[in-house]
């Protein structure tokens, strides 16, 4: 790091001055003259036929100027994934059936808000109810109601899945109803390994379905233009380009014609990557009133409507030697991926694709269903899958270290994967820090004075503390649509430089550290940059912010681009300096100067002038584009778990100190330690911070987060009654950086804010197991359960 002047520094974040002083323009502040204000109508029901839906009242309100129903768009589907084997099964607005509380079945746009909450009481819709379903486990028998039983395509839903039951059966003898998603994995022998192994052990594990809880609401505004017939959409996003991509199938538009506007994000964390049915109401109900819109959902709305935690189920079985090695893994996922698809089928991908780069295990099988239900619809949340697995394969991992007299470090540090590694799927590890992580992590947490090795018959008092340890693994981008990230560099003549991407900060601070990537290589400082992103006319294409690929995909980009203006600006500095080698030359602070005589130097000033004078009036500009892998010919199958998952894995240990109070039982954490190996920190600050909000919200979901339903209906859709960490939760948290340097990432960074939300987990429920001397199988481990563990009630 000592060898860099702007990367690896904790450099204040570029967009904190515009977000302290109230400046920073969120989707909510967005106003337009001429704008109406929208609402939409929602299923009071988790399961029904639509008969009828009366619009003529609400149409004749004052103030109305549109209604919407579903039959305007039967023959639009979308959805987070869609291929011939997951063909597309959402609709803007319901068509036929709801299948969820909370399903949209009409939107109004009104002059405001009141009027058009008014209208959609006017609004008369009859429902023929139909029997629902609320868990996986029950949606998979075949008694269970079809959730999607209407045509797709031409054929029924049923048939389209059924290349992939045959799959499943052939794989499993196993046969689902309300099939969403099935991917299968196997390699080595694993029969043969259980057979070899000294000690078999099957365990089950249950997470509950938690929330993303921004604390900015979801809002959109569309604006359209019918003399240019192009669409402005303002959004609160992950992702602009995949957005652009889902509006122009939805709208049947080109993607020429919508523009979208990256605003300030208020939390995000995976929720606001799909395409949601609000969104593609404003835009509607703009092209068809001709005037913006704009939509801002109610909090209730957010938690119900927008997209939740899978809930999964986990079971896992593992054959290992005596001396902790495992032979041999057996692991199913099932996933309860609500209403509509969502990413189901992604998410029991992922499941697979975070567990197998952490233990190399040479017999291993996982097999992962996702399931429709009457639910709210599943999404991406921040590790999406790794929390859930992780938890479960460390818990796991931590009962047969107990089972057979071992300590699970040990158990730990003889199975792990180390650099140089080739993955199953082909993947490489070419950084890989794992060994480092959990030695610094069990020393940190003062793991050998105190591990308790809990015995039952010891009198421990009323309050037992204990540690635990856990492990994670996080792709650095993965090969979604766009597949890559581009980057445009602009030098002004004063020396200074305009950076183009198509980046989202989501509060990340990835617009700061690629304005570090930018600075060290074209040798300027911070001051020096603005940033220009989040406009889809104005930036170049970008993979978007998830996956964690922004600091290795797009830092990449940056870098090539600032390298590709920085050889410009040296080829106009040459003939200033007498030279014909390039290579003889650096840049800083504004000059570029000979390596061997610093003080023979020109300007960035002067040599700009050269450079356009030289070429005929052509400004410097850089270009830079990177995707994540190279090899087009191997991308992954969500089915197989086969192909190139990524270019870097990002790793971290994880270690917790609990206190748990018998008497109401009470879990308190005391201590997080986390040791992330995250290649090169760009900059340390915001690794620290992203760390610490990783280990905020996984301590909420390893405790108190849960959403409640009884029967499809939620009943804890406010911050009231949905149980978030608060400042006064904050517990000592030590963040330790192992910086192994990917050779593939800029400056050797990689991954960094998304894998170490998933060990904390692992690591508080192993650490009140080692408390209280009793497991607990699910998540959030209440008070409630922890007095059942002992027998208290």
């Not at 183009?500 to 304005?515: E, H, N, R, V, W």
Request: hydrophobic share 40%; with cysteine; aromatic share 8%.
């Amino acid at each position: 790091m000592n060898n860099y002047n702007i990367v690896g520094k904790g450099i204040p974040r570029v967009d904190g001055p515009a977000k302290a002083t109230g400046k920073a323009i969120y989707t909510v502040d967005v106003e337009l003259p001429g704008m109406l204000y929208a609402k939409i109508l929602r299923s009071p029901y988790p399961h029904a036929r639509i008969l009828h839906i009366d619009t003529s009242e609400a149409e004749r309100l004052p103030g109305v100027k549109a209604v919407i129903t579903g039959q305007e768009f039967r023959d639009v589907r979308y959805a987070f994934v869609d291929t011939p084997r997951y063909p597309a099964d959402e609709h803007p607005l319901a068509v036929d059936k709801v299948r969820y509380i909370g399903d949209e079945v009409a939107a109004v746009a009104a002059e405001s808000e009141a009027i058009a909450e008014k209208a959609l009481s006017l609004i008369k819709v009859e429902y023929e109810i139909l029997p629902g379903v609320f868990t996986a486990e029950e949606a998979m028998k075949q008694e269970a109601p079809m959730i999607h039983d209407e045509q797709l395509g031409g054929t029924s839903a049923w048939e389209q899945w059924g290349v992939a039951q045959k799959k499943a059966s052939r794989e499993t003898e196993t046969r689902v109803n309300n099939l969403s998603g099935h991917t299968y994995v196997s390699f080595g022998d694993v029969e043969k390994g259980f057979r070899e192994a000294d000690y078999v052990r099957e365990d089950r594990f249950t997470l509950e379905a938690t929330a993303h809880c921004p604390m900015e609401p979801h809002a959109a505004v569309a604006s359209y233009d019918p003399l240019e017939q192009k669409l402005d959409v303002w959004l609160s996003t992950q992702g602009i380009f995949l957005k652009r991509f889902f509006l122009s199938k939805v709208l049947k538009m080109p993607p020429s014609k919508i523009r979208v506007h990256h605003t300030f994000v208020g939390g995000a964390f995976g929720g606001k990557i799909d395409l949601f049915h609000y969104e593609c109401c404003a835009a509607y109900l703009s092209i068809k009133t001709g005037r913006p819109v704009k939509i801002e959902l109610e909090r209730e709305e957010v938690f119900m409507t927008t997209r939740q935690r899978h809930p999964i189920i986990v079971k896992i079985k593992s054959g290992v030697k005596k001396d902790g090695t495992i032979v041999a893994q057996d692991i199913k996922v099932i996933a309860d991926n609500g209403a509509y698809r969502g990413s189901g089928p992604v998410v029991i991908f992922l499941c697979h694709g975070f567990s197998f780069p952490i233990y190399n295990i040479a017999n291993y099988r996982y097999e992962g269903f996702s399931v429709y239900t009457n639910n709210g619809i599943r999404g991406p949340q921040r590790g999406h899958g790794a929390p859930q697995i992780r938890f479960s394969i460390d818990s796991h991992i931590d009962l047969i270290a107990r089972d057979l007299g071992l300590d699970p470090v040990d158990i730990m540090l003889k199975n792990v994967r180390h650099k140089g590694d080739v993955l199953p799927n082909g993947d490489r590890l070419d950084s890989c820090g794992l060994t480092e992580c959990i030695e610094g992590a069990a020393r940190a947490i003062d793991w050998q004075n105190k591990r308790r090795q809990f015995k039952p018959s010891e009198d421990n008092g009323r309050y037992r503390r204990g540690v635990g340890i856990s492990l994670c693994s996080m792709f650095s981008g993965a090969m979604y649509y766009p597949f890559a990230s581009a980057a445009v560099v602009t030098l002004h003549d004063d020396g200074t430089a305009t950076l183009f991407t198509g980046a989202q900060d989501i509060g990340q601070g990835s617009y700061t550290t690629l304005s570090q990537v930018l600075a060290e290589e074209l040798g300027i400082s911070i001051e020096d940059i603005r940033v220009v992103a989040g406009d889809t006319d104005l930036c170049p294409i970008d993979i978007g912010s998830f996956l964690s690929g922004t600091a290795l995909v797009t830092g990449n980009a940056v870098k090539l681009a600032a390298a590709d203006a920085k050889r410009q600006l040296l080829e106009g500095a040459a003939d200033l300096l007498g030279t014909d080698d390039i290579d003889r030359l650096a840049t800083g602070d504004k000059k570029i100067f000979f390596k061997d005589n610093p003080e023979q130097s020109v300007s960035f000033q002067q040599a700009i002038q050269a450079s356009i004078l030289k070429q005929g009036g052509n400004p410097i500009i850089g270009r830079g584009s990177y995707k994540g892998y190279p090899r087009t010919d191997r991308y992954p199958s969500l089915a197989k778990g086969k192909g190139l998952f990524t270019g870097a894995y990002g790793f971290a240990a994880q270690a917790a100190e609990v206190e748990v109070d018998t008497l109401t039982g009470k879990v308190t954490l005391l201590k997080a330690v986390t040791f992330h190996d995250c290649g090169f920190p760009l900059n340390k600050t915001i690794v620290e911070g992203q760390v610490q909000g990783c280990v905020s919200m996984g301590a909420g979901q390893a405790l108190s987060e849960e959403l409640v339903f009884e029967n499809g209906q939620l009943f804890n859709p406010s911050f009231l009654t949905y149980q978030i960490p608060v400042s006064l939760d904050t517990p000592e948290s030590v963040e330790e950086i192992v910086a192994t340097i990917e050779p593939s990432g800029p400056f050797g960074a990689k991954e960094v804010g998304e894998g170490s939300v998933a060990g904390i987990l692992g690591a508080i429920g192993n650490a009140v197991h080692d408390a209280i001397g009793v497991r607990i199988y699910s998540l959030p481990i209440t008070p409630e359960k922890v007095l059942r563990a002992l027998g208290k009630i």
